[in-house]
């Protein structure tokens, strides 16, 4: 059958219209404020997909309109292209990541909404951890965005990473208060992070009064922490689950702990019955931390601590330990120098290896978010090739369930972790 074409009568062709690129097209008009009274940022036509799909952020260049002078941080709703809401969250015009969605309906963002948050991420960690020392919030995975507390017993430590959390932090405080009451409430807003924000960096105690150092009780040992100027929080809660993996094999092993900062895997494995252990950092006062811990719980014939650059440690001591631990700094700070970072996780995992007696186990990490697994166990092969040693992965670890892992945000999957056997 031979196809016809519909005669629908003369087309009439319009004149000197602008292209949708023209520079004569006035810009978008911002949208009155919803009924919440917020104001309204409207994404480009075809941007909203990612968040669709259950991403938090939205980036500046997928922003068609906003009000004009809106000030970092201000609760804003977020409209597709086609006018239907993604849902209310922060909004900074001075950030990369100009959005951060709280919720998909148009809500108010008041006490009892950051309260309830923080109840059900509560009730999340109480269902793992027997203890009270956990982080309680880790940001867009407990649907709080740029948000992080951890809890050290009776002492909350608050983290903010971005303007929005900043401008809503008397709420924070105010939610804390209501579910019970605490020694004290710090303030840590000291990470770089904040600087892509462009955020000011500041310590201080938010509500009541902190001892130096602060006192604890995680997977049985009293540990020491300075929540003040220790790294990050004062303690990396995120390598609980591998501490214990690692503290598994050490029962009549000798222990190198490098990077060790407060003695987390070191005094784990000391507790486990590790022969000794050999704690290396560059920070004096992270070792002093770990010693004071030793002592508290026994543990001090047993570890030694070396206050010493980790990698020149590696390269000019030639003793050999059953189990080696290697859980580096975030070397890949971004893209722009992860090959350089993969290249030091190269130079590190092989000069580990090397440290390894036969039969025995290295431990690895990388708390880089810019590399990959796919990647990190690609090193772990070279590094095996090039320090001449046959490996077997037993383990593969990463973040504790306190760090839970939002599917459809790759960004909060960031540990990676790997146990040896090596021959």
Same mark, same amino acid.
């Given at each position: ?245 690692? %503290?598994?094999?050490?029962? =009549? /092993?000798? $222990?190198?702990? +490098? @990077?060790?900062?407060?003695? #987390? ?117 070279? %590094?095996?090739?090039?320090? =001449? /040693?046959? $490996?077997?992965? +037993? @383990?593969?670890?990463?973040? #504790? ?23």
């Amino acid at each position: 059958m031979t196809s016809r074409r519909i005669n629908k009568g003369p087309r009439r062709l319009k004149k000197n219209v602008p292209s949708p690129q023209s520079p004569t097209l006035k810009q978008p008009v911002p949208l009155p404020a919803g009924p919440s009274g917020l104001p309204t940022i409207q994404l480009r036509h075809n941007e909203d997909r990612r968040v669709r799909r259950g991403h938090l952020w939205v980036f500046s260049n997928e922003v068609s309109s906003a009000p004009a002078d809106l000030t970092p941080g201000t609760l804003v709703r977020f409209l597709t292209g086609r006018e239907e809401l993604l849902g209310v969250g922060y909004y900074n015009p001075r950030s990369l990541i100009a959005g951060r969605l709280l919720d998909r309906r148009e809500t108010l963002v008041d006490a009892e909404f950051i309260a309830s948050r923080l109840r059900r991420a509560l009730d999340l960690r109480q269902r793992f951890f027997q203890d009270d020392a956990y982080r309680w919030v880790f940001g867009e995975s407990d649907d709080l965005p740029g948000l992080v507390i951890d809890r050290y017993g009776d002492v909350c430590v608050v983290e903010s990473f971005s303007a929005g959390v900043d401008r809503l932090l008397p709420l924070v405080v105010e939610a804390l208060e209501s579910i019970q009451p605490w020694k004290a409430i710090v303030l840590r807003n000291d990470a770089s992070a904040r600087r892509l924000e462009h955020l000011p960096s500041e310590i201080r105690v938010l509500t009541g009064t902190v001892d130096t150092p602060h006192w604890f009780t995680s997977d049985g040992l009293d540990w020491a922490a300075d929540l003040l100027q220790g790294q990050k929080t004062g303690f990396f809660f995120d390598q609980r689950l591998n501490r214990t993996a690692v %503290a598994s094999l050490a029962k =009549g /092993r000798s $222990v190198l702990d +490098v @990077f060790c900062h407060t003695g #987390g895997f070191g005094l784990l494995s000391a507790k486990a019955g590790a022969s000794r252990v050999v704690g290396v950092d560059s920070s004096a006062p992270a070792l002093a931390l770990a010693q004071l811990t030793a002592e508290k719980n026994g543990l001090t014939p047993l570890c030694t601590w070396e206050n010493a650059d980790a990698f020149e440690h590696l390269l000019t001591h030639s003793e050999t330990f059953g189990l080696v631990v290697v859980d580096p700094p975030r070397l890949a700070v971004s893209k722009n120098n992860l090959s350089d970072a993969l290249k030091a996780y190269l130079r590190l995992n092989t000069l580990a290896l090397r440290r390894v007696s036969g039969g025995g186990f290295l431990a690895s990490a990388s708390c880089s978010g810019h590399v990959t697994r796919e990647e990190f166990r690609q090193v772990l092969s070279r %590094a095996a090739h090039e320090s =001449g /040693r046959k $490996v077997k992965i +037993v @383990f593969q670890g990463g973040q #504790g369930p306190d760090h839970p892992i939002r599917p459809s945000m790759p960004e909060t999957d960031y540990l990676k972790f790997a146990l040896m056997h090596v021959l």
